[in-house]
């Protein structure tokens, strides 16, 4: 089992940065990956990056550029680092981590960026 807990939303302006944070507890030795989905008002939940536990990452297209995912797996904290924000990002940021086939997640934490 893993414990999530985020932190770091907020509102903030078009241009503006934010970073999030994701702190795991529990089993975090069998912790395969570590990320972030968001999903918006009327939309499907999405990927946004991933760290792997041996350092790889993957983005969402759209974020490539703009947000930066670093951390580690073993020091069981990860970040989210947005710049140049835009209105499109705002949603609901979930820290997911993948755990031996299951995923579990965090409660969410709310980002809004204003035009």
């Known amino acids: 089992q893993v414990g999530l807990v985020e932190s770091g939303g907020g509102v903030v302006q078009t241009g503006g940065s934010l970073r999030l944070s994701c702190a795991a507890s529990?089993?975090?030795?069998?912790?395969?990956?570590m990320g972030w989905y968001r999903q918006a008002p009327g939309k499907r939940r999405e990927l946004v990056a991933m760290?792997?536990?041996?350092?790889?990452?993957n983005y969402l297209d759209s974020v490539k550029g703009r947000f930066t995912i670093t951390g580690a797996i073993a020091e069981t904290t990860v970040y989210l680092q947005m710049n140049n924000l835009k209105p499109e990002d705002t949603a609901v940021y979930y820290c997911?981590?993948?755990?031996?086939?299951?995923?579990?997640w965090g409660r969410g934490t709310q980002v809004t960026v204003s035009s």
């Open positions: 997911n981590a993948k755990w031996v086939g299951y995923d579990f």
């Open positions: 529990g089993h975090i030795s069998s912790i395969d990956g």
């Open positions: 760290i792997t536990k041996d350092g790889n990452t």
